[in-house]
């Protein structure tokens, strides 16, 4: 039974409670009207025993659901924003082994800088250790080709063997990272 509908069965339970209490007022073997104020009393306050408990379970659902909800929408905002980084990751690679001009390469530099500051405003309060931790792993690997990028002039390398084959294993990286997020955004 989902937590809706126990908390919707409670006040149901109290509601009958009390219902119940009325319908049998004509059977009752109650032989003043004092012992029917006793038991309609006692009943009474049983129903909005229940009726509060029944709420009161409800508020703490919908209040677990409504972080359970902030924390899935971090997390998709988290693996948007490592799928971008991850194309620009690629674009880059294409960048190196076909325009090594300085201009194509300030360019990805550039938007590498932007998908870092990107992944910055991701609400980290909202997730979970092991999401924290990928999302900082993606952010460092924006670091890393950043750096690969402006550590060396890139349009007098004669072989870019090893910017390609750095930016290859970054994006196993970024790809590794995003496959435990994914995981971890199913788990809730």
């Not at 104020?37 to 009161?56: E, F, P």
């Not at 500051?117 to 309060?125: A, T």
């Not at 290859?168 to 990272?177: P, S, Y």
Request: glycine share 4%.
């Amino acid at each position: 039974m989902t937590d809706t509908v126990r908390a919707v069965v409670l006040i149901a339970y109290g509601v009958i409670l009390g219902y119940g209490a009325f319908a049998i007022w004509p059977f009752a073997p109650f032989h003043t009207e004092k012992d029917w104020v006793d038991v309609a009393t006692a009943l009474g306050t049983c129903a909005a025993a229940v009726i509060a408990l029944g709420l009161g379970y409800f508020e703490v659902f919908r209040r677990n659901n409504a972080e359970r909800k902030e924390r899935n929408k971090a997390v998709d905002i988290a693996i948007i924003l490592a799928k971008r980084a991850l194309t620009t990751a690629e674009g880059l690679r294409a960048t190196l082994e076909c325009d090594r001009t300085e201009r194509a390469i300030q360019n990805a530099v550039d938007v590498l800088r932007d998908r870092r500051e990107s992944i910055d405003r991701i609400n980290l309060y909202k997730l979970e250790e092991i999401e924290i931790s990928m999302v900082e792993e993606i952010r460092t690997a924006m670091t890393k080709l950043i750096s690969i990028c402006s550590r060396q002039d890139m349009t007098k390398l004669q072989s870019v063997e090893f910017p390609v084959r750095s930016v290859n294993l970054i994006c196993e990286d970024v790809r590794d990272a995003i496959g435990t997020l994914e995981e971890s955004r199913q788990r809730f």
